[in-house]
Structures are given as structure tokens and as C-alpha cells.
């Protein structure tokens, strides 16, 4: 069956820096476009950004453009979400979610979330 | 950008039928596929509709979904309702640009 599993989340001061990992199993991974979602604890959901199967296309949420980088390697199942310059108010529990074999396609699996708490 | 708008709670006894509004501002609500979520306390978000009424394997027959193009609007329907199906829902769809966008979500009370 379809399994993600995030990893990589913890506490970080303002300004610095995280990687958050997905592994995926269960499906041929390159096959897909793959998904970053948040949610601050408490709140509701939030994308994040999206890539596409072979890398090619990106695509994210404005208040992370430019921080954020998302990628992949599909010889590995993993997808990953580089986090730089980390603000308060990117504290959340960040998901993996794989979407369809196209950019706006729904979000049919999630994995269980990390959580990454930026905070001096 | 285009808010999707949900009621804050919903209340209903097990047994009834639910049924949970998403309203798009701006574009049509057909032009995007419209996905529901379902997410309980501490636990992560699971799909019970995707592209507007489509359930995945395992879901139960009682979740179902629509879109009406006069109220710009999507509906998620839970009927034969369980002290189970309380829940968050959230509705989920996507700008032109491709960017995804949920709704605030809507608390589903079962008493």
C-alpha cells in the first residue's frame, strides 16, 4: 500500500535552516507529481508547493518563494523541502502528500508530518 | 488569489445527514477539480472526495460530493452519520496558476 514517511523536522532559531525528507513506497514515485503541505498547530492547511514527476516544474506558496526549495530524487522514492532563512511563523506540522500525474490533481495520500518549530 | 470559504462548525445526531459548504470567490468552482479532507484530532489529513464527487477505494458510500455552478459552491454530503465521522473537513482546490488553496475548514460535531 501507499506509504509516506516525513522526517527531518525539529527546533530551529529564526534565520536558519532545515531539511525535511519524504520517503515513499508503495507506488512508482516517479511517476507523480509530489506535494509539501503545512499546518500550524491548532489551524487549518496550508500548501506549501508542488513538483513535478521528472523535476521539471516547481511551483510555491509566495510567503516561502525564494526560501523554500523543493526536490526530488527518484532513484531514491524521496522527496525533500530544503528550508532557509526559517521565520516564527513557519512553525508547522509539514506533510508530504502525493498528488495525481498532473499539477492541479488532488492530493489522494499524506504521510503523518514532522514538525518544525523555529523559535529563538 | 481565491478564497474558499466553509462554515466554522456543523452540528448533526447520528444517523441524519450533513452536509458541509465550500464557496469560491472569483473564478468558476468548475474550472479546478474540488478535493475534500477529512482530518481527526492528532491525526493526518485522509481524502474522502477528490475531483469534485470521486471517492477513494475504502471510504464509505454515506461521503459523496458536488459542485453548483449558481452558488459557485461544492458540497460534501455525509449521510447515515457515526459518532466516527467527526471530524475536521477541509475542501481543497487550485488558482489558475496551479497554486492549492484550502478552505478554513468546518468542525463536524456528531451528538
Known amino acids: 500500500q501507499v506509504q509516506l514517511a516525513e522526517s527531518g523536522g525539529g527546533l530551529v532559531q529564526p534565520g536558519g535552516s532545515l531539511r525535511l525528507s519524504c520517503v515513499a513506497s508503495?507506488?512508482?514515485?516517479?511517476?507523480?507529481?509530489m506535494t509539501w503541505v503545512r499546518q500550524v498547530p491548532g489551524k487549518g492547511l496550508e500548501w506549501v508547493s508542488y513538483i513535478s514527476d521528472g523535476s521539471d516544474y516547481t511551483n510555491y506558496l509566495d510567503s516561502v518563494r525564494g526560501r523554500f526549495i523543493t526536490s526530488r530524487d527518484n532513484a531514491k522514492n524521496s522527496l525533500y523541502l530544503q528550508m532557509d532563512s526559517l521565520r516564527v511563523e513557519d512553525t508547522a506540522v509539514y506533510y508530504c502528500?502525493?498528488?495525481?500525474?498532473?499539477?492541479?490533481?488532488?492530493?489522494?495520500?499524506w504521510g503523518q508530518g514532522t514538525l518544525v518549530t523555529v523559535s529563538s | 488569489n481565491f478564497v474558499l470559504t466553509q462554515p466554522h462548525s456543523v452540528s448533526e445526531s447520528p444517523g441524519k445527514t450533513v452536509t458541509i459548504s465550500c464557496t469560491r470567490n472569483?473564478?468558476?468552482?468548475?474550472?479546478?477539480?474540488v478535493q475534500w479532507y477529512q482530518q481527526r484530532p492528532g491525526s493526518a489529513p485522509i481524502t474522502v472526495i477528490y475531483e469534485h464527487n470521486q471517492r477513494p477505494s475504502g471510504v464509505p458510500d454515506r461521503f459523496s460530493g458536488s459542485i453548483d455552478s449558481s452558488s459557485n459552491s461544492a458540497f460534501l454530503t455525509i449521510s447515515g452519520l457515526k459518532t466516527e465521522d467527526e471530524a475536521d473537513y477541509y475542501c481543497?482546490?487550485?488558482?489558475?496558476?496551479?497554486?492549492?488553496?484550502f478552505g478554513g475548514g468546518t468542525k463536524l460535531t456528531v451528538l
Open positions: 472569483g473564478d468558476s468552482i468548475a474550472s479546478k477539480y
Open positions: 481543497q482546490s487550485y488558482e489558475s496558476n496551479n497554486h492549492g488553496v
Open positions: 508503495g507506488f512508482t514515485f516517479s511517476d507523480y507529481y
Open positions: 502528500a502525493r498528488a495525481g500525474r498532473f499539477p492541479s490533481s488532488s492530493l489522494l495520500y
